[in-house]
């Protein structure tokens, strides 16, 4: 291996206790016991098979079986002061497919996750409307509604890279994102009951929208994105919004930054221009080299990484068939191709897409390699149907400097050891 490999490893180690599982190769490279081993799983009558199991009254509503109890959000205590302003990371190194079930799907507060009933539910719509409106949840079934699937990354993921590899595990570099199926109704249906006349010419139109938790969470939002393919949602992945992600109704904003999608959404203000509130001023920002920062950065650019092999997911078993896998996501359209490479860049393999790229989701890839047991700097890179190429961290830093925390969508190393463990590095 030529590549040099740096890492912050004792730091990292420490705060890492107990979410790593322990891993280990296991000697012998076949996928499968060659049959008349005996095995006493197969040739003693089993425990779970010699009475009954539960009835179907001991679960309404269930919840994953114990022994998947790792499989969970998480968040780093030294990242920030309290919990109430804090933020949990999904484990996308234990997950497969696409779909993030609600119960792990991070969380970010300002101040707290609020509950709010569906009849104390309000949702204002007024500024430069022709009629200023207030919906209860009740009016709001009654619009005709969309369905569609959508990640939604905190501006901020990643964003303890930007110095050098900071985090061991893929649920803490990347896991500030999920991807849900959406239920709800497209804000430009609740506009235009409203009336957009009063507003005149709409290509310099705003919307202000905020929520009804403390911090309010307040952003502004261009005219047009406003009537593209924003949603005011009320379901995700099929049931009502958890509490964490904005029940009873959030707004749903395709490819841009997660602190556009205002959870316990309750104000939408039509005005003339933006308001330039904290969130999109002094935070969620990037401070260049030079000083200056990047005014307006909403979309989220392509980007990938490698969940499996990863810090939190080994490699369990010994050389032969191994399934690479990882998620690639772009908030300018539909992911068309991702590739993965075990050298630290020198060859690239194309991976294969799990399905066809869907606009503004997640698309999940994977590489079945022959592995031969020696260590891999893994990498994958996505491409976008824009034909943006995920950069590398070297590219990223030389257009953005090290003074950011946000948007950084640069290219993850694992350095996977022969033993199969994985750790978080920088290739140079
Ligand atoms: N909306 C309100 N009202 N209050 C908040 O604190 N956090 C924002 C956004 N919407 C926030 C909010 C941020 S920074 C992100 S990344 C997303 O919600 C996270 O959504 P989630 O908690 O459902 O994952
Ligand atoms: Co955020």
Redesign the pocket.
Known sequence: MTADKKSNGASRRAFLKGAVAAGGAVAGAGMARAAGEPDPLITEVQEWASGFGEGVDATPYGLPIRFEDDVVRRNVEWLTADTI?S?NFTPIHALDGTITPQGC???????G?IELKKEDYRLMINGLVDKPLVFTYADLERFPRENHVYF?????NTGMEWAGAQLNGAQFTHG?I?NMEYSGVPLRTLLEEAGLDAAGDLADKWIYV????A???GRSIPMDKALDDVLVAFKANGEALRK???YPV??VVPGW?????????RRVEVMDAPVQSR?ETSK?TDTLADGTSRKWTWEMDAKSVVTSPSPQSPITHGPGPLVITGLAWSGRGAITRVDVTTDGGKNWTQARLAKDGESKALSRFYLEIDWDGSEMLLQSRAHDETGYVQPTKAQLREVRGENSIYHNNCIQTWWVKESGEAENVEVS
Do not use: P, Q, T
């Not at 939604?152 to 901020?156: F, L, N």
């Open positions: 302003s933020i799907a991070f969380e970010r507060h300002h101040s996750a939604c990354e905190c501006a901020a500030m999920h905020e929520g009804a938790d911090s309010s969470n964490e992600h904005g959030r707004l930054e997660g602190n556009m999608w205002v959870k316990w959404l969130e969620y």
